[in-house]
C-alpha cells in the first residue's frame, strides 16, 4: 500500500521559515518525480514546486520562487520543502504528491499518489 506522509507543518510568523517533509512507503521512492502543491480556503490546487526523480532537477512556481527549495534523499525516502520568507498568502494545506511519468510536472491531475497534506498557517 502506497504512503504518502506529510509532516512539519504549523503556525508561523510572517517572514519565517518552516521546513515541511514527506516520507514515502508502499513505493520505489526514488522512482518517482515529486511535487508540492497547496490549496488554500475557497481555492483551487496549486503548484508549488517538483522535483525530478534521477536528476534532482528543480522547478518552481513564480510565487515560491527564490523563497522555497525542494530536496529529496531517496535513502530515507523522504521529500523536503524548505520554507522561507513567508508570506500571509503561503498560508495552505501543503500536499506532496507522487508522478511516475516525465510530463506535466506542475499539472495535478499527472501525479499518481498523494498524501493527506499538512496545514502551514503564516500570521502577521
Known amino acids: 500500500q502506497v504512503q504518502l506522509v506529510e509532516s512539519g507543518g504549523g503556525l508561523v510568523q510572517a517572514g519565517g521559515s518552516l521546513r515541511l517533509s514527506c516520507t514515502a512507503s508502499g513505493v520505489t521512492f526514488s522512482n518517482y518525480n515529486m511535487g508540492w502543491f497547496r490549496q488554500a480556503p475557497g481555492k483551487e490546487r496549486e503548484f508549488v514546486g517538483s522535483i525530478s526523480r534521477w536528476y534532482g532537477s528543480t522547478f518552481y512556481s513564480g510565487s515560491v520562487k527564490g523563497r522555497f527549495t525542494i530536496s529529496r534523499d531517496n535513502a530515507k525516502n523522504t521529500l523536503y520543502l524548505q520554507m522561507g520568507s513567508l508570506k500571509l498568502e503561503d498560508t495552505a494545506i501543503y500536499y506532496c504528491?507522487?508522478?511516475?511519468?516525465?510530463?506535466?510536472?506542475?499539472?495535478?491531475?499527472?501525479?499518481?499518489?498523494w498524501g493527506q497534506g499538512t496545514q502551514v498557517t503564516v500570521s502577521s
Open positions: 504528491a507522487a508522478n511516475s511519468r516525465n510530463i506535466g510536472l506542475s499539472n495535478p491531475d499527472n501525479y499518481d499518489y
